[in-house]
């Protein structure tokens, strides 16, 4: 069987983020599992300015180079795992943004969240937050993981994973194993 190209979205674009070491862990969890090819893409290189296309994204006549090369990555992805920042009960704008540049390349794919925050909420709120955008654009949500950055920090850039966030990440895989499986014909 082929391995499910898995993107490993760091959402936050910030100097100073946790979200590129946890993203780090999610993506060496991944790495382990045979059914994933894993590609960590990081929103700060990707560099999209605010949306900027003339077209609606629904045409999918994308004039910018940024557009075209956004497209191109995730089109060869075949599933996602977003670890994003809870920023003021919500998800950062620069995941929005990333969202909003795209229409037919997200559709049908199986998404998993991660949401961190210093606080006790664990980006439960951010994770609720994207739920609606991910629908409509027809990505497929199938599980989540909180992290909270005061329990559990990122100390000289090593996020060190503890067991229930391996065993969270573990059986998050799982489920877009599962949802991948189910799903995958709707996009041919």
Not at 54 to 78: C, F, K, S
Not at 96 to 106: P, Q, S, V
Not at 178 to 188: D, E, G, M, N, V
Request: charged residues 20%; negative net charge.
């Amino acid at each position: 069987m082929t391995p499910i190209h898995l993107h490993v979205v760091i959402c936050s674009t910030r100097p100073g983020r946790s979200g590129d070491a946890i993203a780090v862990a999610v993506a060496d969890i991944a790495r382990r599992d045979t059914r994933f090819q894993v590609e960590l893409v990081d929103l700060a290189e990707v560099n999209l300015p605010l949306f900027d296309e003339a077209t609606h994204p629904m045409r999918g006549q994308y004039a910018e180079e940024h557009t075209l090369r956004w497209a191109q990555i995730v089109a060869r992805g075949d599933a996602f795992v977003f670890v994003m920042p809870e920023y003021n009960h919500s998800y950062n704008a620069a995941l929005k943004n990333a969202l909003d540049y795209l229409h037919a390349e997200w559709r049908y794919k199986p998404v998993g969240l991660v949401g961190y925050g210093a606080g006790m909420s664990m980006g439960a709120r951010a994770i609720m937050a994207i739920k609606p955008v991910l629908s409509a654009l027809k990505l497929i949500h199938t599980a989540d993981v909180g992290v909270s950055t005061m329990m559990t920090p990122v100390v000289d850039g090593v996020f060190t994973p503890s067991e229930p966030f391996t065993l969270a990440t573990t059986a998050m895989l799982d489920e877009i194993d599962k949802t991948h499986q189910a799903i995958h014909p709707l996009r041919a």
